[in-house]
Nanobody, 124 residues
């Protein structure tokens, strides 16, 4: 069982940056692929970024590639999402998730544990 708690969301202006954090409980954090997803009002939850267990490989949705960076610190049981050059279309609730799969997958169904989400609002 893994419990995930996100933090770092807020209200920012277009062009600003934010860093989201997701703290995980348990001693097996390094055995999970970690992902970030987001869900805007009236839309389905969508993949944002993911990172493999060692942190050596990262994957991004096209919409955030070049602006967002996912990273993890296995010693601190924490995964981060650094978001730069934010645009209003990035407004959503952001969720971190943990997957026990060996390979990194982008579908939400492949993730076993979810945080409660943190709101990110980008004003124009």
């Amino acid at each position: 069982q893994v419990q995930l708690v996100e933090s770092g969301g807020g209200l920012v202006q277009a062009g600003d940056s934010l860093r989201l954090s997701c703290a995980a409980s348990g001693r097996t954090f390094s055995s999970y692929v970690m992902g970030w997803f987001r869900q805007a009002p009236g839309k389905e939850r969508e993949f944002v970024a993911a990172i493999n267990r060692s942190g050596g490989s990262t994957y991004y949705a096209d919409s955030v590639k070049g602006r967002f960076t996912i990273s993890r610190d296995n010693a601190k049981n924490t995964v981060y999402l650094h978001m730069n050059s934010l645009i209003p279309e990035d407004t959503a609730v952001y969720y971190c998730a943990a997957s026990s799969r060996v390979v990194v997958l982008s579908g939400p169904r492949n993730y076993d544990y979810w945080g409660q989400g943190t709101q990110v609002t980008v004003s124009s």
